[in-house]
């Protein structure tokens, strides 16, 4: 069975860092790409930051860039969100999700149950 | 401001049908595929449409989804209380290297 489970998340200072895990099982991990989701309370979905089987082609969402930083670790199968700087706007539930990849088509079809990020003062 | 546009409600009675549409432009939709995730109240998203038009895993054939250009589309036949969920659009958009998503659409059973 296909799980991915999020951790790390917090209440935080505007100003503030946080590292997000998400350790996941049941396939195999370095086969995949990997993304970061987030949603504000009370708001739709927001993609943050992918990154490849490898860990070396990188994207993230303009707002999160020079401030986030996704990685991950193969062997541990476990991606991770470095987070600095954090403001009040990044307060959200952060998803962790694997993303299928084809020539035209992207899904994410599989999703973890979230973790929760406050940033206040 | 969500990249691709949805209307934010839909509704029917038991039975009835619903229709969701959802706009995107030639960077997302107009170039990938469209997909479509269900958020049931209190959980995660999870697939329910891929590759325009596919069901996910354990999802009912009462759902139907198209795309044509830079629109697509999510039709839920014979309306059951389960189905009353938030529905969010999707597409892998090339311009950002990143999914963008619909705003998201609440369907309510009355």
């Known amino acids: 069975e296909v799980q991915l489970v999020e951790s790390g998340g917090d209440l935080v200072q505007p100003g503030g860092s946080l590292r997000l895990s998400c350790a996941v099982s049941?396939?195999?991990?370095?086969?995949?790409?990997m993304t970061w989701v987030r949603q504000a309370p009370g708001k739709g979905l927001e993609w943050v930051a992918n990154?490849?089987?490898?860990?070396?082609?990188?994207s993230y969402l303009d707002s999160v860039k020079g401030r986030f930083t996704i990685f991950r670790d193969n062997a541990k199968k476990t991606l991770y969100l470095e987070m600095n700087s954090l403001r009040v706007e990044d307060t959200a539930v952060y998803y962790c999700?694997?993303?299928?990849?084809?020539?035209?088509?992207?899904?994410?079809?599989?999703w973890g149950q979230g973790t929760l990020v406050s940033v206040s003062s | 401001q969500s990249v691709l546009t949805q209307p934010p409600s839909a509704s029917g009675t038991p039975g009835q049908g619903v229709t969701i549409s959802c706009s995107g432009s030639t960077s997302n939709i107009g170039r990938n595929t469209a997909n479509w995730y269900q958020q049931l109240p209190g959980a995660a998203p999870k697939l329910f449409i891929y590759n325009n038009n596919q069901r996910a895993s354990g999802v009912s054939d009462r759902v139907s989804a198209s795309k044509s250009g830079t629109s697509a589309s999510l039709a839920i036949n014979g309306l059951q209380s389960e189905d009353e969920a938030e529905y969010f659009c999707?597409?892998?958009?090339?311009?950002?290297?990143?999914?963008?998503f619909g705003g998201g659409t609440k369907v309510t059973v009355l």
């Open positions: 999700a694997r993303l299928v990849r084809g020539p035209v088509t992207r899904y994410l079809n599989s």
């Open positions: 999707s597409a892998w958009d090339d311009s950002l290297n990143g999914v963008v």
């Open positions: 990154i490849e089987q490898d860990g070396i082609e990188k």
């Open positions: 049941g396939f195999t991990f370095s086969s995949y790409w």
